[in-house]
């Protein structure tokens, strides 16, 4: 279909059906929406849900340029990607990108992080300084005279950038070509244009900006951007993971699939708690550990990932431990109260209730929740003066473990510093042994940091392990 955006004509297609993620996918330079083949759209579209493909400019039955004399640069491109997920009624896409199509998710990831889920690029590079070039039987390809017609040059060139160590797949190389020069208004401006548009400055800078959660996925045999350029990308974009393609060159073969797909649909899933993990990765990458929390539950809001930690019941460690317990004429606190669910269980007993997290998003819910409770939005490492030593029970769990070993020690005794003399503190959190590394988050506590709450006059009272878990109570 022809879509008029950004003031020019864009084909477009889609797979699948929408409702659930939203992938749009970005072709290399001169490549039409042919590249993606209807398999691979379909199959991705299975594992996602809604999978967009397109002509970019000058390609395809999309808007054309006079030879040499291209109207655009990447950032028109860029704008072009967005406008069109504002014309399918698209909030926010998981972008994938190969070559310059991954150059274009860059730049929408830079300026339009609002609109990216995440972004997945391929076989592209940071464009920082002192990368190596092209390999040398690139260079022999490139400085050799084209031999034969429009498509046996284009056979030959996608020879060039595939890999050399296992057999080319010629014929569906040719499948794609004579598509694309069937359906293309201009062949000669599809191939060349996009190389003479002019140049813009270059974002390497700007790349530690991007806030979506990356996969760089590289070819270990890529001729155009050897794979120094990929490990390169994964380093500057904060938390970005590298994949690495074997026998893979600059290109996108069948082969290769099931593992991008793979990592496209992981980056697009609706598990909160995988989702959490990247988005907590990246968080700590640039040092601002506490940042991941309100952005998961931001797309759990919009329904990009199921609620985290949408409990509806409290923690069944505190009803046993509060059963029979009167609060009234006692002040409570609940440390990372999320949605409030622990917090509206103090007050109901009684407690005059404060509770607080650091997602400003996750308070929002919880003050609708749970009317009852003095909710806040507020930092465990910038604690209000008036909390500190003030409150008769206050209750932590499975908060501290969310945050990185760097800052443990920092946490527990921040969460001690709110128990009142002769005050009760209550942990529960996720347990293992001493001298075992996990992976995080969460980062369960060994006994050495469950007793790291005990600091500053707070006096552990018990220490019980329930099977995976820690239950302690400390006094001050």
């Known amino acids: 279909m022809i879509i008029h955006v950004n003031g020019v004509e864009i084909e477009a297609d889609t797979f699948g059906e929408p409702g659930r993620a939203t992938v749009l996918l970005l072709a290399g330079a001169g490549s039409s929406k042919d590249f993606w083949r209807p398999e691979f759209c379909r199959r991705l579209a299975e594992q996602t849900g809604l999978v967009i493909r397109y002509d970019m400019r000058d390609t395809g039955q999309s808007v054309s340029y006079p030879v040499g004399e291209p109207g655009y640069t990447l950032l028109d491109l860029a704008e072009d990607a967005v406008a069109l997920l504002d014309h399918f009624g698209v909030a926010r896409a998981h972008l994938v990108g190969i070559s310059m199509g991954g150059a274009v998710a860059q730049l929408i990831g830079i300026d339009h992080g609002d609109r990216v889920a995440s972004l997945t690029l391929i076989a592209t590079s940071s464009g920082a300084e002192g990368l190596p070039g092209p390999t040398e039987r690139m260079r022999a390809y490139s400085a050799a005279k084209p031999v034969g017609d429009l498509i046996e040059q284009q056979v030959a060139a996608w020879r060039a950038f595939a890999a050399h160590s296992v057999e080319f797949d010629e014929a569906a190389a040719r499948e794609v070509i004579a598509e694309e020069h069937a359906r293309t208004r201009n062949i000669e401006a599809a191939n060349s244009n996009v190389h003479a548009t002019e140049r813009i400055d270059s974002w390497f800078d700007r790349l530690s900006q991007i806030t979506a959660p990356t996969t760089v996925i590289h070819g270990d045999e890529d001729p155009l951007f050897p794979i120094e350029h990929g490990r390169s990308l994964a380093a500057v974009i904060p938390g970005a993971e590298l994949v690495t393609l074997p026998q893979v060159g600059h290109e996108l073969p069948a082969r290769a699939w099931d593992t991008v797909i793979g990592v496209i649909a992981q980056q697009a899933t609706t598990d909160w708690d995988h989702r959490a993990s990247r988005l907590a990765a990246q968080a700590i990458a640039v040092g601002r550990p506490t940042e991941w929390f309100d952005r998961i539950y931001v797309e759990g809001v919009r329904g990009d990932v199921a609620m985290p930690w949408n409990r509806q019941k409290p923690s069944l460690a505190l009803e046993e431990r509060l059963q029979g317990v009167s609060g009234q004429g006692k002040r409570g606190l609940v440390v990372g109260c999320g949605l409030g669910v622990d917090a509206g269980f103090l007050a109901g007993l009684g407690f005059d209730t404060?509770?607080?997290?650091?997602?400003?998003?996750?308070?929002?819910?919880?003050?609708?929740?749970?009317?009852?409770?003095?909710?806040?939005?507020?930092?465990?490492?910038?604690?209000?003066?008036?909390?500190?030593?003030?409150?008769?029970?206050?209750?932590?769990?499975?908060?501290?473990?969310?945050?990185?070993?760097?800052?443990?020690?920092?946490?527990?005794?921040?969460?001690?510093?709110?128990?009142?003399?002769?005050?009760?503190?209550?942990?529960?959190?996720?347990?293992?042994?001493?001298?075992?590394?996990?992976?995080?988050?969460?980062?369960?506590?060994?006994?050495?940091?469950?007793?790291?709450?005990?600091?500053?006059?707070?006096?552990?009272?018990?220490?019980?392990?329930?099977?995976?878990?820690w239950v302690a109570e400390f006094t001050r």
Do not use: C, M, Y
């Open 354 to 469: 404060t509770a607080f997290d650091v997602s400003e998003t996750a308070i929002e819910v919880a003050r609708e929740r749970h009317p009852g409770v003095d909710f806040h939005v507020a930092d465990l490492f910038r604690l209000p003066e008036q909390w500190l030593w003030a409150f008769d029970f206050v209750v932590e769990i499975f908060t501290v473990q969310a945050l990185p070993e760097s800052v443990r020690a920092e946490a527990s005794a921040a969460v001690s510093s709110l128990v009142a003399p002769e005050g009760t503190l209550f942990v529960v959190a996720s347990a293992r042994e001493e001298g075992t590394i996990p992976d995080g988050p969460p980062w369960p506590l060994t006994r050495s940091q469950v007793d790291g709450f005990a600091v500053k006059g707070v006096t552990a009272v018990s220490v019980e392990r329930r099977d995976d878990r």
